[in-house]
Every structure is written in C-alpha cells, then in structure tokens.
C-alpha cells in the first residue's frame, strides 16, 4: 500500500471512503480481499489498452464499425473480441467536420471498462465546467487545434451513458494491422482531448 498507511494525508474525501468500507467491512456487507481484487483488476487490468484495441478493430473492419456506432455495447459483446463492457455505452466517432469531447459536469462518470482509471484532470472542477464554456480553448491547452470550420461537440456523460470517442485513423497506416494501429490510439484521444498519434508515435 502507499506510504500513507497512518492516515495522516489522506483527503477528507479519502478518509470518508476509508471509513466507509471499515463499517461495511465490520458490518459484513463486503469483504476487504474481494474490494481489494477489485481495485487490483481496475488498477491493472482494465486500462485504455481495451479501448484502443475496440478502436483500432473500428479503423480495418467496417461492418464493426458501423455496429459499433449503432450500438457499442452490444457490438463490443458480439465481436468476442473484448472483454464485456457495461450497458448504454455509445461511441462517437470524429469526422473532418466533427470533433467529439467527453465530460461529466456532474461528477466523473466514465467509461471504465474501455479506459480504466480516469485522469485526474477529467475529475477536476475547472475541466468539467471549461470544457462546456470553452471547449476550443480547453482543446487548445491539450495542444489540438482544430481546423477552421469543423464542429466541436461535446458530450456529457451521466450515470447511465458513457462515451467512448472514435479518433481518426492516421494518414500512412494503410494495411496495419489492429495491433500496430492500437499502439497509436491513446487515451486522451478517446476522450477527445487528443488526436491518435502518428504513424511514428508523435502527436498530430
Ligand atoms: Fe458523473
């Protein structure tokens, strides 16, 4: 664990959770092995390595593309090819006329089970009312810029619907395979905060 273990520095809001789960724990609603194996898959498992596959699967293969976009819940569940994502996530896919950004101004509703742990940029209060007032100027201080005359939308996720942003395939990719296009889907570039990388890792 961290080098905290005293409790000294964690945050009120840290220390509400972590008198949460004692009482839950001594009450006999959880057990603190399962939470901890939970935390564990979330911390390593399940990361934007997941997204950037569904992505990357979206660039070569049309048909899963455009079931993805349909519904990508259940296109992801249909293709056996990742692990099952949660209900009611929807992929927005970038256009050169369209730019899509996710945000929850509510809170941080994200979606997990494709990008793992969210940044703590994406919790933050400044983002999540920026992103609605200025979004070009928020995407500006991700070093995007947008060309003149394409659209900028952003999307707010709730309880229930989580976005996953479907970037642009790089130019000079033709005939690579889903693992090499994975390599340059990042995480911010399903959010919507960045671009895919270039065919030689750089950003656009
Ligand atoms: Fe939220």
Known sequence: MSDHEDGSHLTEMELRVRALETV?????YIDPAVLDLIVEHFETKVGPHIGARVVAQAWVD????????????????????FPPVGDHL???ENTPDQHN?????????YPWDVLGLPPVWYKSAPYRSR???????????????????????VWDSTAET????????PAGTEGWTVDQLAALVTRDSMI???LALTPEGDPQ
């Open 101 to 109: 950004m996710v945000v929850c101004t509510l809170c941080s509703c």
């Open 131 to 153: 992103v609605v007032m200025d979004p070009r100027g928020v995407l500006r201080e991700f070093g995007v810029a947008l060309p003149e005359g394409a659209r900028l939308r």
């Open 192 to 194: 919507g905060t960045g």
């Open 24 to 28: 839950l724990a001594e009450k006999g």
């Open 162 to 169: 989580r976005y996953l942003v479907l970037p642009r395939r």
């Open 90 to 92: 929807i992929a927005v």
């Open 62 to 81: 049309t048909a899963f593309r455009q079931a993805l976009l349909a519904d990508a819940t259940a296109a992801i569940a249909a293709s056996g090819n």
